[in-house]
């Protein structure tokens, strides 16, 4: 309120100043008179008579001409006017933007509430219909080998200029057909598995003994020391090598519980672990420790995959590989995904596709990820055999898509130039995702197929499907390749002189 009182002020004295300055020159203009004539009469010194013609007797005064005429003193005046009304607008929009700069400055002083999530609802899609069939994608029939791409309804004029609706001539083909080299990425995994970050040990103690606790990294921080007035007492932290050590000293019989924290900021990694010591007497730990040599091996199992999740979390891949298998107990389908995935990024083909197969009896989603890991594990393995024969055990697996296997195997087996299986692959995925994410790639395949495959050869579908791609996806990758193949069809197959 203050800053809009001081610009009131500022204000009402900017519009007294125009005032001001405008009297003063419009007064100068008003007694100017009308430039009239006065003479001044001279009476003579004798005779007393007056001679109006005798240039000694007589003087005429004229008054200057006015210096502001009444149009100029209307003008100013208009003038002013003009200046006071825009100096008012101003003053009003600074005064708005004070008033609004001072309600912003009153809302972030007001203290923040807490802001609550909303609650987010599972909405369920609707099912969806079948998809009528585009007019850019090709029929799907029962063979294949007939269809016929649909007649471009809207090409680009830079294809349709080299495009005929004229078949090939019976001895146009002559020239050799130059196959193009498209390099394409197979499509990444993302497998991987997650581990807990805390666990907790119990380390048993006489009273009176000191009791060393020891992890297999630097960096590992005691969280919170025990109480002086416990029955433990904390004696030192040490490092030797890669280990952290804890020394403490148990003085009372009791169970006291230690948290440790370990972080790898560069790793990105931060674990927990709850050390239960307890302090027990002597015939009691005797009796433990006697126990403790008959451990049973599912204890010692559960220990040891721990440790190879431990290793697997540090991204040492190799030496959780080795850990698991020494860990490895038949009838757990988890521990078969976990060992065939880490064998798969160790290129341990072998043990891969033999830990995959040992899920293909197992129920719902083991059996259908280990159909898929077994074909990313054929594919990279370049067993062409075994690929063959997982491949209807694809087309059955419901839990996951499987759109990126059909595309990687669509590559496999067009760089094996195997033709029937590439033109099986390709009417399986058209089937599966008329609206995939490769699509661009697909009838790019298809121009191929019909283009290199003497078995179903058609130049005039190989055109139809590289146009597809042309039309439809300027900005694929295979845009390139197919703009040279419907050049050199038209070349060589349509346009023959």
């Known amino acids: 309120m203050k800053q809009r009182g001081q610009f009131i002020v500022l204000l009402f ?11 003063p020159m419009v007064e100068s203009g008003l007694h100017g008179g009308t430039g009239e004539v006065i003479e001044r009469m001279e009476q003579p010194a004798g005779d007393g008579e007056t001679k109006p013609d005798d240039p000694t007797t007589s003087e005429t005064i004229k008054l200057p001409e ?14 002013v006017w003009h200046k006071g009304a825009a100096a008012v607008r101003f003053a009003r929009s600074k005064l708005h933007q004070m008033v609004r700069t001072a309600e912003r400055r009153t809302v972030d002083n007001r203290p923040h509430e807490p802001r609550v999530e909303p609650k987010r609802e599972a909405v369920t899609a609707p099912p969806t219909a079948p998809a009528p069939t585009p007019d850019h ?21 830079s294809v349709e200029s080299g495009m005929s609706s004229v078949g090939p001539t019976e001895n146009a083909m002559t020239a050799p057909t130059v196959r193009p080299t498209v390099t394409t990425p197979f499509p990444e995994d993302q497998n991987r598995i997650d581990r807990p970050s805390e666990r907790v040990r119990t380390v048993y103690a006489r009273q009176g003994d000191d009791i060393e606790i020891s992890f297999k990294e630097n960096g590992w921080l005691l969280l919170e020391m025990p109480d002086g007035e416990s029955g433990l007492r904390f004696i030192s932290r040490t490092a030797e090598g890669e280990r952290t050590l804890f ?16 972080q790898d900021h560069l790793r990105g990694i931060m674990r927990r672990e709850i ?44 030496e959780a590989l080795r850990t698991y298998l020494a860990a490895y107990s038949e009838g757990d389908p988890s521990l078969n995904e976990t060992i065939a995935t880490l064998a798969l990024l160790q290129k341990d083909f072998r ?58 195997l669509i590559r496999y087996f067009t760089a094996k130039n195997d033709g029937s299986l590439v033109e099986e692959l390709l009417g399986r995925y058209l089937d599966l995702y008329p609206d995939g ?3 661009d790639e697909i009838y790019f395949r298809l121009g191929e197929l019909y283009e290199y495959s003497s078995a179903i050869r058609d130049f005039k579908k190989a055109r139809g499907y590289y146009t597809f791609v042309v039309r439809d996806y300027p900005e694929s990758g295979f845009y390139g390749a197919a703009r040279e193949r419907i050049d050199y069809i038209n070349r060589h197959y349509f346009h023959v002189r």
């Open 13 to 23: 004295t900017t519009i007294v100043f125009f005032s001001c300055t405008s009297l």
């Open 66 to 79: 006015p210096a502001v005429s009444p149009e100029s003193v209307r003008a100013h005046l208009e003038a």
């Open 137 to 157: 994608a090709p029929p799907r029939t029962a063979d294949r080998r007939s269809m016929d791409p649909p007649r471009a309804e809207r090409d680009r004029s």
């Open 247 to 262: 020394k403490f000293n148990g003085r009372k019989m009791g169970e006291y519980a230690l948290p440790f924290q370990y």
């Open 275 to 318: 050390i239960q010591i307890k302090v027990v007497p002597e015939d009691e730990f005797d009796s433990l420790i006697g126990s403790r040599n008959t451990e049973s091996e599912s204890l010692r199992l559960a220990r040891d995959r721990e440790e190879a999740a431990r290793l697997y979390e540090l991204g040492k891949y190799q």
């Open 351 to 408: 043990n891969a596709a033999l830990y995959w197969k040992k899920n293909l009896t197992a129920p719902g989603a083991f059996r259908d990820k280990a159909v898929i890991g077994l074909v990313k594990t054929f594919t990279a393995a370049d067993q062409k055999r075994e690929l063959e024969l997982i491949l209807k055990e694809l087309y059955t697996v419901k839990n996951f898509p499987i759109e990126d296997e059909l595309v990687l």
């Open 437 to 439: 994410r490769y699509l």
